[in-house]
């Protein structure tokens, strides 16, 4: 049967260059956003091999239909969670503290969704054989530098993604046994649609914050990482900076 991945934040920018990657190299793909007629119409590309389901990453019922879609095609061998939001707020603000209701959201989608959608991952993974190498499969995790240096303004989005690093090992050594795998990504600066509404002077200050090489990443640098760490049985339970050597300033 076909490997197959499930890709979260399908419709544009880090995910939807991951599925493209996986594709390519021989997976069937299964995308999940909440960007309906973006997605479909990016899987239409992938033909046989391309389902898109529009779910929310916090929800199991919309996560289990992406699963089924998964098993109709083949053996469900990778997650990847590229799902997320970056909406900032300061602590305290002339408007007066932190919305709470916007510190849970960020925590909700980004940190819980994506536990949600590896967990039920796992559990598919769970029944398939082991390979000779006694792996079933591999569930790959985004996190971001601001997990470890957050700026002004990041709190909930860094209490997030802080968190999605800080459950790599544990996820890692439950699932040892089973032969499944856990590695996170922690992107700096990339081009992606959350920069999308920036000015070009802002952008090419960004870029000029980052040591070497000085620009933006691309969301096919990603995806190449994502690519090595589905192909490199041996990393395992930790969280690697792809970042240009960037250690990010309070603002």
């Not at 019922?61 to 997650?79: D, Q």
């Not at 925590?107 to 967990?119: K, M, P, S, Y």
């Not at 398939?128 to 303004?153: C, K, N, Y």
């Not at 890692?172 to 089973?178: E, G, T």
Request: aromatic share 6%; charged share 20%; net charge neutral.
């Amino acid at each position: 049967m076909s490997s197959v991945a499930l890709v979260t934040g399908a419709a544009s920018g880090l995910g939807l260059a991951t599925a493209t990657r996986l594709h390519a190299e021989g997976f069937a793909v299964v995308g999940i956003d909440l960007d309906a007629d973006r997605g479909q119409a990016a899987f239409e590309a992938f033909g046989a091999r391309g389902r898109f389901v529009k779910a929310d990453v916090t929800s199991e019922e919309g996560v289990g239909a992406a699963i089924a879609a998964a098993a109709e095609l083949g053996t469900l061998r990778a997650s990847v969670c590229c799902a997320g939001v970056g909406w900032a707020s300061r602590v305290l603000s002339k408007k007066g503290p932190h919305p709470l209701d916007l510190f849970r959201k960020v925590v909700e989608i980004n940190l819980v969704g994506t536990f949600n959608v590896h967990r039920l991952a796992a559990a598919a993974m769970a029944e398939h054989d082991a390979d000779a190498d006694g792996q079933r499969g591999v569930l790959i995790s985004t996190a971001s530098v601001a997990a470890f240096e957050g700026q002004i303004g990041q709190v909930a989005y860094s209490a997030s993604k802080g968190g999605v690093a800080a459950m790599t090992l544990p996820i890692a050594r439950d699932l040892a046994k089973l032969g499944i795998r856990a590695v996170t990504i922690a992107p700096g600066i990339f081009d992606t649609p959350m920069l999308a509404t920036v000015s070009d002077e802002y952008r090419a200050g960004l870029a000029a914050s980052v040591p070497n090489p000085s620009r933006l990443g691309t969301p096919e640098e990603y995806a190449d990482m994502a690519w090595t760490i589905v192909r490199t049985p041996y990393l395992n339970g930790t969280t690697v900076r792809l970042d240009g050597a960037l250690r990010m300033a309070p603002k």
